[in-house]
C-alpha cells in the first residue's frame, strides 16, 4: 500500500499578529513566507497543494507563478479572507459568482485548470457543494472530520456537522460537504482527533501534536486513511504588532473575547523561523516512515475509483 500524505497550504492577505487583511502582510509572505516555505518542500521532495485567495493572486501574480514553477498544485481559497467573503453566509448565486472570479482569476495568472478548493476559515453551507459542481471544481478540502475547536472560530453551527464527516476522501451529498452523497465533488477532509492536524496547533502546543501526528500515521498505515496537515506562509513570517489596529468581527463581547482577542493571541505564538522548524520536523517525521506528499489533484486523477 502507496502511503500517501498531504501537506496544503493556504495562501492570502491576512496579518495573524493583527487579525487583519494586510497588503504589507501579502509583500513579506511574498518575499520571505512563501520562499522559505517552497525551500523546505523542495528539500523534501514533496509536492503540495496551494489554495490562494484571488486578492492575494492579483498583488503578487509572481507567487502564484513560482509555486507552478516548482510543481505544485494550484487550487482556489476564495476571492478574499475577509469575513464579508464567507462561504457560509452566502446564497448559491453568489458562491457561484465569487467562485467563478477566483477560477478565472488563478488559471489566467497560472496557465493551470483550477479543479481544487478551500473555503475561507473552512466556512461553507448547503449551498456550497452545487456552486463548486456549477463552476467547475472537482475537488474540496474544507470538512475537518471529528475536530472539535470550532467554538473558537466563526461558522460554529456549521462546522458542527464535522462531528460525523468521513474520515477518508469521499464523494460529497449535494446539499452537504460534510455528508458523502453522489455530488460530482471529492472531499478530502482534514481528519482530527477532536485536536486539528494544522500549523496553528503545531505552534500551540508542538508536543501534543506530534502525538496527534503519531495517531494519524498509524491510522494510514493501518485503515488507509491520510493525513492532510494545513499551514500558511504568514505563518512563516514575522511582523510588528500595531498599536490599536486589531480588528473586530462581531459585536458580541463573550464572541469577541474568544474567537478574536484569545484566538488572535494564541494563533500568534512560535511565529517565523520556529514555525520553520517545526514544519521541517514534520517532513522529516513522514519522510523516514515512507510517505510521499503530493497534491490532491494528482492522487484524484490516479484513484477516484476508490473514493466512496
Not at 109 to 138: C, D, H, Q, W
Not at 273 to 294: H, N, P, Q, S, V
Request: aromatic content about 14%; hydrophobic content about 35%; glycine content about 4%.
Amino acid at each position: 500500500m502507496n502511503k500517501i500524505v498531504f501537506f496544503t497550504n493556504d495562501v492570502e492577505l491576512t496579518s495573524i499578529v493583527n487579525n487583519r487583511q494586510s497588503i504589507k502582510t501579502g509583500k513579506l509572505v511574498r518575499d520571505w513566507g512563501l520562499p522559505k516555505l517552497l525551500d523546505i518542500y523542495k528539500q523534501y521532495q514533496f509536492f503540495c497543494t496551494f489554495f490562494i485567495t484571488a486578492d492575494y493572486a492579483k498583488a503578487y501574480p509572481e507567487s502564484v507563478r513560482k509555486i507552478v514553477k516548482y510543481g505544485h498544485e494550484i487550487g482556489s481559497h476564495g476571492v478574499t479572507h475577509s469575513n464579508n467573503d464567507a462561504f457560509d453566509i452566502l446564497s448559491l448565486k453568489e458562491q457561484i459568482k465569487k467562485l467563478d472570479y477566483s477560477k478565472k482569476t488563478l488559471e489566467d495568472i497560472s496557465g493551470k485548470e483550477i479543479v481544487s478548493f478551500r473555503a475561507p476559515a473552512l466556512r461553507v453551507n448547503k449551498y456550497t457543494p452545487r456552486a463548486l459542481m456549477e463552476t467547475g471544481f472537482m475537488i474540496d478540502s474544507s470538512i475537518a472530520s471529528q475536530r472539535f475547536d470550532f467554538f473558537f472560530s466563526f461558522g460554529s453551527n456549521e462546522k458542527l456537522k464535522w462531528l460525523k464527516a468521513p474520515r477518508k476522501p469521499y464523494r460529497c451529498s449535494i446539499n452537504s460537504l460534510a455528508k458523502s452523497g453522489q455530488s460530482g465533488i471529492i472531499e478530502f477532509p482534514l481528519i482530527s482527533y477532536l485536536y486539528p492536524y494544522i500549523g496553528t496547533t503545531l505552534r500551540i502546543a508542538p508536543e501534543f501534536t506530534r502525538v496527534i501526528r503519531q495517531l494519524l500515521c498509524w491510522e494510514a498505515e493501518v485503515f488507509g486513511h491520510f493525513p492532510i496537515f494545513l499551514i500558511h506562509p504568514n505563518e512563516l513570517i514575522t511582523e510588528i504588532k500595531e498599536k490599536n489596529i486589531l480588528s473586530r468581527r462581531s459585536n458580541n463581547y463573550l464572541e469577541y473575547l474568544v474567537k478574536e482577542k484569545i484566538r488572535t493571541y494564541l494563533k500568534s505564538k512560535n511565529l517565523g523561523d520556529i514555525a520553520a522548524i517545526l514544519l521541517e520536523d514534520e517532513l522529516k517525521y513522514f519522510t523516514k516512515r515512507g510517505f510521499k506528499g503530493i497534491c490532491l489533484k494528482d492522487y484524484y486523477k490516479s484513484n477516484i475509483k476508490e473514493c466512496i
